[in-house]
Nanobody
Framework: LQLVESGGGLVQPGGSLRLSCVAS????????VGWFRQAPGKEREEVSCISPNDGSTSYADSVKGRFTISRDKAKNTVHLQIDNVKPEDEDVYSC????????????????????WGQGTQVTVSS
């Protein structure tokens, strides 16, 4: 499984951005997928995750109500819609995947994921 992120860039506070995680080599229908972010010198932290079968989602408290994770099965892609961007959202965002089916919950800590993309930078500036 290979993951490639895109959609990062420069955004103003209060603006919106959509990140995409495109998979190849395997179908994401059997993988939980998560978005994580990491600032220089800090540990990677979870942002949002989605299960492959029942669509269960998980969000970090800091992004609830502003971020939305979704799947596009036809394109083997998971998106992260970021609205009302805040300066503290500036980070490198990476998507991760782990094989498995989950009902009514989804794992969402970095140590639980074993496939990773290279990341995409989100910069917040007015």
């Amino acid at each position: 499984l290979q993951l490639v992120e895109s959609g990062g860039g420069l955004v103003q506070p209060g603006g919106s951005l959509r990140l995409s995680c495109v998979a190849s080599g395997a179908s994401l229908d059997y993988y939980a997928v998560g978005w994580f972010r990491q600032a220089p010198g800090k540990e990677r932290e979870e942002v949002s995750c989605i299960s492959p079968n029942d669509g269960s989602t998980s969000y970090a408290d800091s992004v609830k109500g502003r971020f939305t994770i979704s799947r596009d099965k036809a394109k083997n892609t998971v998106h992260l819609q970021i609205d009302n961007v805040k300066p503290e959202d500036e980070d490198v965002y990476s998507c991760g995947a782990r094989k498995g089916l989950f009902m009514r919950w989804v794992p969402c800590t970095p140590s639980e994921y074993d496939s990773w993309g290279q990341g995409t930078q989100v910069t917040v500036s007015s």
